[in-house]
């Protein structure tokens, strides 16, 4: 198996031009000074107080997420084709949600089941007939891909809610900008720094058409206690605006306000790291205390932006998932510059089926599940776990989804060993407002043991900084 | 028929509350069952904020009151010409999708005894419609009206057990049973107009819509074994009891945790000569 997956830093047993000064800076890296320097960037991560599960995956909040400090590095030529493919596929997932939530144009049209759509939990039902500004209502989009081969990317999700762990991809670089300047003198790599004024102007962007003056934006966080609240704090800081919770705000006269020492000012967009069944009692769970009491109705009648808007979990679906490439064919008239993964949809009996034959090939994901928990990846597991899934998934086979394994890409990865090639996947982060933006970067995790494809966090896997070379 | 609407809610609090934020769904619905001649909605010491016609058709008004306040009175008063169009919602503009109400929540899940007394009606086969008539007969058959033995969380499993409940089991449990046979089904709030003394409870009412391939959504209400006519008036829609409420609200108490609320609930419906 090891000699089929692609090594990232090689190609035909020799170096990749990209990674060439990284083989010298590691070859002139001494264990002691690794070790060193490994411990200064632990130091640093725990001084600034980066310990959060990255994607709401749950586990202990307070552990530290492994930091690698081996970078991936990208071409600016591989960057350019993942960055049409990311811009195109966020395009096109808005473009969806405006027309599901408007005419729908694609059910109507016979190229997405109604039913998928309609009867998902996360159509909502609230917003229907709603134009947000700009007919955006996936601000930030999250596209998790993995690399096979040379130029070969495959996506394996879609994140068009809240996507999180952005505060990582800025970390990682500040990092190890602070401990290796050297590198970052000698390679000409691009930037992502700019990301939150960025975040901030797409958020500005969509301000509602009543907003005159400059839109006032605010993060909307569910609290200290939310496994993500560092990165919405972090966040805040570094945009420069108010990080807020439910209880700061409060609706009067058909806008929405937020309460400070010189009394109510008027927010007019809110990044809101909630989900919906939590941003207003009035609309959605009558129980939230999380959320602002007649926010729905202010932003349903144009007093107020939401980003991501309510209801753009629908597009992000793994049941979804399978129909993006012909959401870009439908909407864009163009082909998908990114593969999906080949998707077998266990409602279907034929698909089900095969996936039952095949489980021992396969990987099987819960359609709503998230942070690899309740998976089965049919080659690393046992003859019983097998039979046991499989009784599951005849038990309720709409519940599920099933893939090939891939054969994941690696990177060089600092192990106890030395350095030692481990899979990887990434994260970049679209923003979509006025324009469609995509910084140079994004966030690599890394499954830190041998062998494993499991990257999630909660499952043993870590963060890389990633690179994009200037040309 | 023309009918006119006195309906007054009042709350009041047990201690002072420090804010109020309602979303009403007060206006008579728009199609060709029911003409409003004048309507009225007043919150008294609140303010008018957001108001739109969600995609339901359903027209809402947000209201926001800042207090100290002990009572807040909603107030709804209009006359509205009714024609009866035997349940059919006919004319009335929507753009949420049919298949949207093929969900369950908790209340309108069906249960194994609602799948059976569904699939029992079917059994005997028929078109749509008179499957439709013959699941609202059966539920009005299933659950007696008994006002007093359920309440406003009952589920319809719940009150098909039981076999007693009121208007709002009554709709639960017949959009429970259409939606297992796959037919799109709401919940509907509104006023009914009885012709003998009718008490504040059964003014106002509540009753289910089926969707039917080729006349869209018909009213049914099992509690009065009727399609709605000229006596009812729609105002709005939902999932369930809760999504179609008319009035939802939220109180923030200026002592967390003291008081309580009481609710008074007033509803006079009369038939106006032409």
Known sequence: MADSIFNEMYDDGRVRPPYARLEDWVRAMPAALRAMKQAEAEALFRRIGITFAVYGEGGDPDRLIPFDMFPRVFTQGEWLRLERGIKQRARALNAFLLDVYGRG??????????????????????????????????????????????????????????????????????????????????????????????????????????????????????????SAYYEHSFLADLMGVELVEGADLFVENGLCYMRTTEGPRRVDVIYRRIDDAFLDPLCFRPDSMLGVAGLMDVYRSGGVTIASAPGAGVADDKAIYTYVPEMIRFYLGEEPVL???????????????????????????????????????????????????????????????????????????????????????????????????????GLTRVALSEGSLVVNSSQGGGVKDTWVLAE | ??????????????????????????????????????????????????????????????????????????????????????????????????????????????????????????????????????????????????????????????????????????AHALIAAARVLDLPARYVSGY?????????????HAWAEIRLPGLGWVGFDPANRCCPDARYIRLASGFDAQDAAPIRGIARGMVPGAGGESLDVTVAIQSVQQ
């Open chain 1, 105 to 226: 144009e694609i059910i109507r049209a016979g190229r997405v089941p109604a039913r998928l759509v309609y009867g998902n939990e996360a159509y909502e039902k609230a917003v229907v007939g709603f134009r947000p500004p700009r007919g955006v209502y996936s601000h930030i989009v999250g596209i998790d891909l993995v690399c096979t081969g040379p130029g070969e990317f495959f996506v394996l999700e879609d994140n068009c809610r809240t996507p999180s762990g952005v505060s990582y991809m800025l970390e990682n670089r500040e990092i190890m900008m602070r401990m290796f300047p050297a590198l970052f003198r000698e390679m000409r790599i691009e930037p992502v720094d700019g990301y939150p004024e960025l975040l901030r102007q797409t958020l500005a962007s969509v301000a509602p058409a009543r907003c005159e003056d400059e839109p006032t934006v605010v993060i909307l966080t569910p609290g200290h206690f939310n």
């Open chain 1, 339 to 441: 593969r999906n993964v080949p998707t077998w949809q266990c409602a279907k009996p034929d698909d089900c089926a095969h996936v039952l034959a095949n489980l021992g090939d396969l990987v099987v994901k819960e359609v709503h599940g998230s942070g690899g928990y309740g998976m089965l990846v049919g080659p690393k597991s046992t003859r019983a776990q097998i039979a046991a899934f499989a009784e599951r998934l005849r038990a309720e086979p709409g519940k599920y989804i099933a893939q090939p394994t891939l054969a994941l890409s690696a990177c060089p990865t600092f192990v106890a060993e030395g350095v030692a090639p481990r899979h990887v996947d990434l994260r970049p982060y679209c923003l979509v407002g006025e324009q469609t933006l995509l910084v140079p970067g």
């Open chain 2, 1 to 170: 028929m023309i009918l006119s609407v006195s309906h007054v809610t009042q709350y009041r609090y047990g201690s002072p509350v420090r804010s109020l934020v309602q979303s009403l769904r007060l206006t008579p619905s728009v199609f060709a069952g029911q003409r409003v001649i004048d309507w009225a909605i007043s919150v008294e010491g609140a303010s008018r904020g957001a108001s739109f016609r969600d995609g339901a058709g359903d027209l809402v008004e947000s209201w926001s009151l800042r207090g100290p306040a002990e009572a807040v009175v909603v107030r709804v008063e209009g006359r509205v010409e009714t024609t009866d169009l035997n349940g059919v919602l006919q004319g009335h503009r929507e753009t949420v999708p049919p298949e949207v109400y093929l969900r369950a929540t908790r209340p309108t899940l069906a249960d194994a005894a609602i799948v059976v007394l569904a699939r029992q009606v079917a059994d005997q086969g028929g078109e749509p419609l008179a499957l439709a008539h013959r699941l609202s007969a059966a539920i009005s058959e299933a659950i007696a009206y008994r006002p007093g033995v359920t309440h406003a969380h009952t589920t319809a499993a719940e009150a098909l057990a039981q076999g007693e409940g009121v208007c709002q089991d009554h």
């Open chain 2, 192 to 204: 009914l107009f009885s012709d003998a003394e009718g008490d504040a409870h059964e003014a106002a």
